[in-house]
């Protein structure tokens, strides 16, 4: 699945380059999505083979991999559409998505056998197949609510740092360092909190990076200038350093 997510993506992405309709923007957004799940079907092939008492430690510093992604992808992106243009972007992160799956196809094995398994007919109680529901459940809402609070303010942070500038000064630049400050904290603290998670308890790790997490959001709406604004996402990147390793690890 790796191999079609990537290349999926590569494609969707150049074709964003190439059209001049709102609407056919939109739907290739909505078919980048469905070729989505190239982080989650890595997270799965690493979690199959390491072993799990230091699985917390190896999913954090795996992690490091696609938070770098996003540190340097927003500062790229700022530089290209400051020097060059938007549509040259998706070009160029299309051929990015490419190299990656070239490289994947040709360095990733996986000695896969199948398992053989009944069918069965869908359930909508799908829940019952759990041996810990409570617990299913309760990653299943945290999940929710963590990416709902991450992808909310996605879409108007640049808007927000033009207000916070005035309008004035080079916008794309300081949007996408801004908005690449919560993966710089990620990729430097994930190895850490992998290792707290493994000592200490992922549960107990998990609460104070939803703490982190939630109470980042209040600063940012208040912020008075760029730099406080940059203040609070670092620490929203802590939270994300220490949660999201976390769930995959309870998972």
């Not at 494609?11 to 980048?32: E, N």
């Not at 000064?169 to 990729?187: C, E, K, L, N, Q």
């Amino acid at each position: 699945m790796i191999l079609q997510t990537s290349l999926g993506s590569a494609v969707t992405i150049a074709l964003m380059g190439m059209i001049h309709s709102a609407w056919a923007f939109i739907f290739l957004r909505g078919l980048q999505g469905f070729f989505g799940g190239v982080i989650p079907n890595s997270t799965a092939l690493i979690g199959t083979e390491v072993p799990k008492k230091h699985a917390q430690y190896i999913l954090s510093v795996f992690s490091i991999g696609f938070t770098s992604g996003d540190l340097v992808g927003p500062l790229v992106g700022g530089l290209l559409d400051h020097y060059f243009s938007i549509r040259d972007t998706f070009f160029i992160t299309g051929l990015l998505l490419f190299l990656f799956f070239i490289i994947a196809l040709i360095f990733v094995k996986e000695d896969f056998k199948p398992k053989a398994v009944h069918k069965t007919k869908f359930r909508w109680n799908f829940m019952q197949s759990f041996n810990n529901k409570r617990l299913i459940g309760w990653i299943l809402i945290t999940t929710v609510l963590v990416q709902i609070g991450i992808n909310v303010v996605y879409p108007i942070i640049t808007l927000y740092i033009k207000q916070l500038m005035h309008n004035h000064g080079p916008i794309a630049i300081v949007s996408g360092v801004v908005t690449a400050i919560p993966g710089i904290f990620d990729m430097t603290m994930s190895p850490l909190c992998g290792k707290l998670g493994d000592k200490y308890g992922t549960g107990k790790l998990l609460m104070i990076g939803l703490i982190l997490s939630g109470c980042c959001y209040i600063p940012q709406g208040l912020a008075v200038g760029v730099w406080m604004l940059g203040c609070a996402r670092a620490i929203n990147g802590i939270g994300d350093a220490i949660v999201f390793p976390s769930i995959d690890t309870l998972l």
